[in-house]
């Protein structure tokens, strides 16, 4: 079985704080990718990293995508209420055509 | 390019009821996806189609759940003899279907509540 793990499940910040999320796997991923959910909204997609140690910039959004491509971080620069939300990181393991989801951060940035 | 459509959006049934869900994929896009996602968890995978022919079922496709895109455009997702643990969000997704593993576009997913 494969598994992805997501950390921390839940983080309540002040805006403008710094916040780091992590996504975990056993299992080496052939891409991944990060999604940003809404209540009652589906995912959307946020970046795709393809390459080990590839590093994406979105603004104050920068992931990296580990050497081993096991593992895969967000960071989020001065946090704003915008930005609150549930993150997801979702694989593609080698062959499948599926994602696979991670359970998600939820992040919460208090005025 | 109106993005992934959803319909309904929310829906109430009493346990034992059938119900239906229609996903209308991006336009061009061969593949679809189906996925579920209960609350406080990450999506999980269902099935999906290339075309009109369904691919992969998951486990958690059961025997009451079945999935059809018989013109290889809008899916639908029926579910039968509905139990309360069905009530999850159940999202659709499309892609390309012109390369192995891409990139996916997701609709806004129907809420099932079963009472």
């Known amino acids: 079985t494969q598994l992805l793990e997501q950390s921390p499940q839940f983080l309540s910040i002040q805006e403008g704080e710094n916040l780091t999320v992590y996504c975990n796997s056993s299992?080496?991923?052939?891409?991944l990718q990060w999604y940003r959910q809404e209540p009652g909204e589906g995912p959307v997609l946020l970046v795709t990293?393809?390459?080990?140690?590839e590093v994406k910039k979105l603004k104050r959004l920068t992931f990296q995508f580990g050497d081993a491509r096991k593992d895969s971080s967000l960071h989020i620069t001065a946090a704003q209420p915008g930005d609150t939300g549930l993150y997801l990181c979702?694989?593609?393991?080698?062959?499948?055509?599926?994602?696979?989801f991670g359970s998600g951060t939820r992040l919460q940035v208090q005025p | 390019d109106t993005g992934v459509s959803q319909d309904p959006r929310h829906k109430i049934t009493k346990r034992g009821q059938n119900v239906t869900f229609r996903c209308d994929p991006i336009?061009?896009?061969?593949?679809l996806y189906w996925y579920r996602q209960t609350l406080g968890q990450g999506p999980e995978f269902l099935t999906y189609?290339?075309?009109?022919?369904?691919?992969?079922k998951s486990r958690l496709l059961s025997d009451r759940f079945s999935a059809e895109r018989p013109k290889g455009s809008f899916s639908t997702l029926e579910i039968q003899r509905t139990e309360q643990g069905d009530s999850a969000m159940y999202l659709c997704?499309?892609?390309?279907?012109?390369?192995?593993?891409?990139?996916?576009?997701f609709g806004p997913g129907t809420r099932l509540l079963v009472l």
């Open positions: 997704a499309s892609s390309p279907g012109t390369s192995g593993q891409e990139t996916q576009y």
């Open positions: 299992s080496v991923f052939s891409s």
């Open positions: 990293v393809v390459t080990g140690g």
């Open positions: 979702a694989g593609y393991y080698t062959g499948r055509r599926a994602l696979t």
């Open positions: 336009s061009e896009h061969n593949r």
């Open positions: 189609f290339q075309n009109e022919a369904q691919l992969e």
